[in-house]
């Protein structure tokens, strides 16, 4: 087994700097140090592997391990630097740095704003502080949320605008098993955000826009959006269109996006390494008469890859078509010099230019299921297709893709129910019949795109991909309605994670290499996993938690034992399934929590002793009697009271403001408590409330 690593390491010399520059990115991620101390440290490093070089004698006295050592530590502390330089809060020239109180922002938009719910929001870059004497450029993005209103909607990627309201940095919601949005918002350099309403903002002049490469392609993926919403009109069928050909999904019904995800087949609405496979395809069969002449032969591959990476920075430039651009580009470049490189030398080639780039991408789930994807297909699809010899060329054809969809599932399924905390059950169906019509549909949309100056040609190409799309579409919703067709509340650790890994990889060595050794790590693995899983279950069942969620404008509580809930919700978080989706059923996965029998609602003034603790609900103005000492008095909704009216009848031991309550009467009671010295926590400032009894 050794000699296969060996042998296996010498094909593929990039793993062995990857592993190390991907230890370094991870331990500046959680022991953050500063430029200067990564420099010091990498230059260090450097120094100590050259003055070892000078030592006469270090291979026969069997040193070479202290080199390799070294040499480790170099590309450690490269992946700090590198992190800690892609780390905007590290730049001197952070706004954060140089905002003082009562300075003006200057900003760029850097795409239209989208329509929500409530607002308009769209990213924007700072680019100067403004004074009445000076100005002072800058960096930084963040989110800005506009208030709806006309004139928003006439504001375009590249304008620049004005005002003076101060940015808040980005916060979670603190709710259990919810979304770490800040450290997502944080990887893609955005820290900050901030509302603004009409009279809060102005737009500088027209004849001082931004240009630039990244704004002629925002306006070229403009126009092809509007080439796919003009010829294509179903709405559920242009949100899939424009996701399919360049990752637009601002559009994209949610529901059915969900379906695309409960059946396991998001992967083909989401940009990547199929859909450029598909392309380099395309392109290397329309541009082959061009490798016939030697005079022409050099512009085959400089047209095949111009033309990939235009095609993946309009797709939004996310880690997946990155990813694939860049391995079909190091595979074009190692044809072109007569070389063909291990797969596995190429896709760490390929992952650690990407790191280079942007070293955060290590947590971005796409960039992970992508590598972790294709790695699964080179390891395993030969093996399971060789299970089966199939002399007719149509059931063959439909056997290598069963093959294909079983091979990328087993090496990305760990990280999705670790992420995603289920399991498609018809993933192989689903992938067997929408894997080809979406490869037809994203070539469909490819010829749209060239004919759309022909009117008539484009109005009949549009007509059937709507039809095609619209069939796709509803036998996946069909197929995620079926029973059993997601398996649910999946909740492992990284540690469980990194075991079945390495159950995986002992199973391969059992059954590929015949290792026997292989056999005892899968079982070690295996049994490690269910002792730890039987460990979480003991624990769960002898829970005990009171939760106050964080909810804008809405207030829900939950008083856990065991794996039961009692669940009291105001009207708003019991009907809003966005609320169940985002903030409830997230909380349930955490804690595996049944279903609550009930939902019991918030009205009026409650008391119910939970745990031992006592716990009163105050949402309206209370009654003349004294209600004694509270461990916990929840405020909800928007009830007339003093903080000091409040310690007249009431002893509260800890008071918890909800979400339900408006943010002016909140600051208020926090003020008021605060000074009265009584433990407050608002949960729209600080977080849910999470109680262990």
């Known amino acids: 087994m050794s000699s296969f690593a060996t042998l296996f390491l010498a094909r593929a010399p990039f793993i062995k700097l990857l592993l190390p520059f991907s230890g370094g990115i991870i331990l500046y991620m959680y022991c953050p140090i500063t430029v200067a101390g990564c420099v010091t440290g990498f230059l260090v490093s450097v120094s100590t592997v050259l003055f070892f070089r000078t030592v006469r004698g270090y291979r026969r006295l069997k040193l070479q391990w202290i080199e390799a050592l070294l040499i480790a530590a170099v590309l450690v502390f490269l992946g700090m630097l590198i992190a800690a330089c892609k780390d905007v809060r590290m730049r001197g020239d952070w706004f954060r740095h140089r905002y003082r109180p009562g300075m003006y922002f200057g900003v760029t938009l850097l795409e239209q704003p989208v329509e929500k719910n409530r607002s308009y929001k769209a990213e924007a870059a700072i680019r100067h502080l403004l004074t009445h004497d000076s100005v002072i450029p800058v960096s930084g993005r963040i989110i800005i949320y506009f208030k709806k ?344 650790s990284v540690l469980q994670v990194l075991l079945l890994y390495l159950f995986i990889t002992g199973a391969a060595a059992v059954w590929m290499q015949k290792q026997k050794r292989g056999l005892w790590v899968a079982v070690f693995s295996l049994c490690t996993i269910m002792g730890l899983r039987m460990a979480s279950f003991y624990k769960t069942l002898h829970q005990e938690q009171i939760i106050v969620y964080n909810i804008p404008r809405a207030a829900a509580v939950s008083f856990i034992s065991g794996r039961d809930q009692l669940l009291y919700a105001d009207s708003l978080a019991a009907a809003d399934p966005a609320i169940r989706k985002n903030v409830l059923q997230p909380a349930a996965v955490w804690y595996r929590l049944r279903p609550p029998e009930a939902v019991k609602s918030i009205s009026g003034n409650d008391r119910l002793l939970f745990g031992g603790r006592s716990v009163l609900f105050i949402g309206s103005p209370l009654e003349d009697r004294m209600y004694e000492t509270a461990d916990l008095v929840i405020l909800t909704g928007n009830p007339r009271l003093y903080i000091s009216d409040l310690l007249q009848k009431v002893r509260p031991r800890q008071i918890i403001i909800d979400g339900a309550v408006p943010g002016w009467k909140a600051r208020y009671w926090q003020q008021d408590c605060d000074s009265l010295g009584i433990p407050c926590h608002h949960v729209l400032e600080k977080g849910a409330f999470v109680m262990s009894l």
């Open 149 to 492: 209103e006309q004139e928003v909607g006439r504001l375009a990627a590249g304008d620049q605008l004005i005002f003076k309201k101060e940015p808040q940095e980005i916060r979670n919601s603190g709710n259990p098993g919810s979304f770490d949005y800040k450290r997502y918002a944080f990887m893609n350099g955005v820290t900050h955000q901030v509302y603004l309403t009409q009279n809060e903002v102005s737009a500088v002049p027209a004849t001082e826009k931004e240009s630039g490469l990244w704004l002629r392609l925002y306006r070229l993926r403009a126009t092809i959006l509007n080439i796919l919403k003009r010829n294509i009109h179903g709405a559920k069928e242009q949100g899939l269109a424009e996701a399919l050909l360049i990752g637009y999904r601002d559009d994209l019904d949610k529901d059915l996006l969900q379906s695309y995800n409960d059946t396991g087949v998001v992967h083909v609405i989401a940009v990547s390494g199929m859909h450029l496979g598909l392309i380099y395809w395309l392109l290397d069969l329309l541009l082959s008469p061009l490798r016939k002449k030697r005079q022409t032969r050099w512009l085959h591959p400089v047209l095949v890859l111009g033309i990939l990476w235009v095609f993946s920075l309009l797709a939004g430039a996310a880690a997946s078509v990155i990813r694939a651009a860049v391995m079909f580009s190091c595979m074009l470049l190692g044809k072109l010099l007569g070389r063909n490189a291990s797969v596995y030398n190429t896709l760490a080639a390929s992952a650690f230019l990407l790191l280079c780039y942007n070293p955060y991408w290590l947590w971005d789930v796409g960039f992970q299921l992508s590598y972790a994807a294709v790695l699964s297909i080179v390891v395993f699809y030969k093996p399971l297709y060789r299970l089966m010899i199939i002399s007719n060329k149509l059931l063959d054809a439909v056997w290598q893709l069963c093959a294909v969809s079983m091979a990328a599932q087993i090496l990305t399924t760990p990280l999705s129910i670790y992420h995603f905390h289920q399991f498609p059950v018809y993933f192989l169906i689903t992938n067997l019949l929408v894997v080809p019509v979406s490869s037809v549909v994203l070539i469909g949309e490819l010829l749209l795109v060239l004919v759309a100056p022909v009117n008539p040609v484009a109005v009949f190409t549009g007509r059937i991909l709507e039809g095609i799309i619209w069939w796709m579409n509803g036998m996946v919703e069909n197929l995620s309605h079926y029973p059993f067709a997601l398996w649910k509340g999946l909740l492992v």
